[in-house]
């Protein structure tokens, strides 16, 4: 059975969820300050042990990204990302103003298209909309 917990993920947990996916090493300071400045973090639990994560970043009003979402490879497959998905989904629909439209975005990970579709988001370019583009700033 899965266990979804809010807002309650651990700094710890972070850091160790994202080397489980091999994703960048952050600095402990960095992962604290980006949990505590997410909107919202939502956590999976199977037996007490952490398998996924997602949280929101953004403004509230305009845009929201999905931030982080991350399955541990050994629960992909189950539905986890779908469940996580969702719950992120729901509170943005819930932040979303009466009336009015709000971008809700991402980057995925190269060969998740698929999974992101499945949940009705566009992968650009379109023929409206460019690519989408990255920067990294980091010390030389």
Not at 2 to 19: F, G, M, N, W
Request: aromatic content about 8%; overall charge negative.
């Amino acid at each position: 059975m899965i266990t979804i917990k809010e807002d309650s993920l651990t700094t710890a947990e972070y850091l160790a969820i994202r080397q489980q996916v091999g994703w960048k090493r952050l600095k402990e300071e960095q992962a604290e300050k980006a949990l505590k400045n997410s909107l919202y973090v939502v956590a999976a639990y199977k037996e007490d042990m952490l398998v996924g994560m997602g949280r929101i970043v953004g403004d509230g009003a305009v845009i929201c990204y999905v931030q982080d979402l991350i399955v541990v490879p050994e629960s992909q497959g189950n539905g986890i990302g779908s469940i996580i998905l969702s719950k992120l989904t729901k509170y943005v629909e819930e932040l979303r103003e009466n009336g009015s439209e709000m971008m809700f975005c991402l980057m995925c990970a190269k060969g998740r298209e698929a999974f992101y579709e499945k949940h009705q988001f566009i992968a650009r370019p379109t023929s409206q909309l460019g690519p989408g583009m990255i920067q990294y700033l980091k010390d030389e």
